[in-house]
């Protein structure tokens, strides 16, 4: 095992995949489950939180989705070739960031 100083850390690829604000406040989720509302975050706020912990962010490494259970009509409308609503924000970010080696 390798110490390192304060500040330091060794380069890295983070994977992350995360449900955003716009499926966490859904009505499914929060009648089904107990979660903190406030914490969440919207696909941009979470790309700035991994660039300032140091993270690179290649805009090619992210992808944004609209997963149709975040929808209010659980995708009914998309499913029956109705025009579905469309939203501006995502439900859900996957992303890989990569942290240079060498000092934060």
Known sequence: MVLLPPGTRRGGTLL?????RRFIH???VRALFSHPMEVQRSPDEYI???RKAGFRVDDAAVLTRDQFWSRPDFGLLEWLDRPSPRYTE?????????KPLGPV
């Open 16 to 20: 992350l995949a995360e449900s955003c």
């Open 26 to 28: 859904s009505l499914a």
């Open 48 to 50: 700035e939180l991994v």
């Open 90 to 98: 995502a439900s859900q970010l996957v992303l890989i960031a990569s």
